[in-house]
């Protein structure tokens, strides 16, 4: 399909309240039933693990219904810097990028948790789980709270589609850096990580991709998501990357998001943040990798378990080859064919 047939205008979703044309709807949820609804509930362990959200028929955990009104009514600041994307695109390896140019390159002072010095949004609800939220609030605060109460100048990331994010991104308009990546390799990160964070079953590859081909997995429609960004590439708030490039040339996307950022940034420079932003550096590292926020949940023998993977698992190009069979293959070919047809986005 046609990324013009996709949403281009938060409006398009967040339609108004037919009694009150100064009034945007508000969000809805209900619990999901089905087929569906069994195959979530067999994958995640427990019931209600997630509940749809509308417009736009997002699936999240049940959480977010305790923070989706605050986060439609957040108030942006021009001095922000928003990292944004679909899971497992390279967000957190971005945003790491984002928060130290933004902070002068002050690496003692990155050594804190990233989710205390750059936010996850929504974190509060996708830990929302039976086992975890309680602990989360207690160890790490509501992470709405904290954006809401950071002082400026704030860098938040967000899975979030255009449609839930803040209504005043429209018109504040900060800086937004978009990341992307070939779906087929998100996927399989994406599953890794969920098996992770959500607890979901560890033999259930192709199940999920294909809930993943039906919009059907946490975050709703890959291709909606993306094509909301993309659309609004050429306005001069947003940058929009792709993950390949970073991994093929991580110098010169370093120095296109610093030009971006409106920063001056040394060859020196360059090269001391591509050896901090490095795959073995990141995924050694307590401030990025999960490890803190695991231990605290979920015990010190949680992660790196022999059948659990790492948060920061491989950052491979091409990683999908070792676990999808070539029908599957074909049918991610195929999906990803008929999305991008009539448009000008590619991946490699």
Not at 10 to 22: C, G, T
Not at 146 to 167: A, E, G, Q
Not at 187 to 215: A, D, I, K, P, Q
Request: aromatic share 10%; net charge negative.
């Amino acid at each position: 399909m046609a990324s013009t047939a996709l949403i281009s205008n938060r409006n398009d979703v967040l339609a108004k309240d037919p009694e009150d044309d100064s009034k945007p709807r508000r969000l809805t949820y209900k619990n999901v039933e089905g087929p569906d609804k069994e195959i979530l509930e067999k994958l995640y362990l427990y019931k209600n693990a997630l509940i749809e959200v509308f417009p736009g028929s997002i699936l999240i955990p049940p959480g977010f219904k305790e923070v989706g009104e605050r986060i439609l009514d957040l108030k942006v600041r021009q001095d922000d810097t928003w990292v944004i994307s679909y899971p497992r695109t390279g967000s957190t390896w971005t945003q790491e990028l984002v928060w130290l140019l933004g902070n002068n390159l002050n690496f003692e002072a990155a050594e804190s948790i990233q989710h205390q010095r750059a936010p996850l949004l929504e974190m509060s609800a996708l830990m929302s789980n039976e086992g975890d939220i309680m602990g989360f609030l207690d160890n790490f605060g509501n992470s709405v709270d904290i954006v809401d109460n950071m002082p400026s100048p704030r860098f938040i990331k967000t899975h979030l589609p255009w449609h839930l994010l803040p209504r005043q991104m429209e018109t504040v308009k900060p800086k937004i850096i978009y990341v992307a990546r070939n779906p087929k390799d998100m996927c399989v990160s994406y599953y890794h990580y969920c098996c992770l964070v959500h607890r979901m079953t560890g033999n259930s590859f192709e199940e999920f991709c294909n809930l993943f081909l039906r919009s059907r997995t946490p975050m709703g429609s890959f291709w909606e998501h993306v094509f909301q960004f993309w659309e609004r590439r050429h306005e001069p708030n947003i940058l929009f990357l792709k993950y390949e490039d970073m991994k093929r040339d991580l110098q010169k996307e370093i120095k296109n998001v610093a030009n971006f950022m409106g920063m001056k940034i040394s060859e020196e420079d360059v090269l001391r943040l591509e050896e901090y932003l490095s795959f073995g550096s990141m995924q050694k590292n307590p401030a990025v990798n999960l490890q803190p926020l695991m231990s605290t949940l979920r015990g010190n023998d949680y992660m790196g378990a022999q059948d659990r993977p790492n948060f920061i698992r491989k950052g491979k190009v091409g990683d999908w080859k070792n676990y999808m069979t070539p029908e599957l293959a074909t049918k991610f070919d195929k999906w990803i064919a008929d999305n991008i047809h009539g448009t000008d986005l590619s991946f490699d």
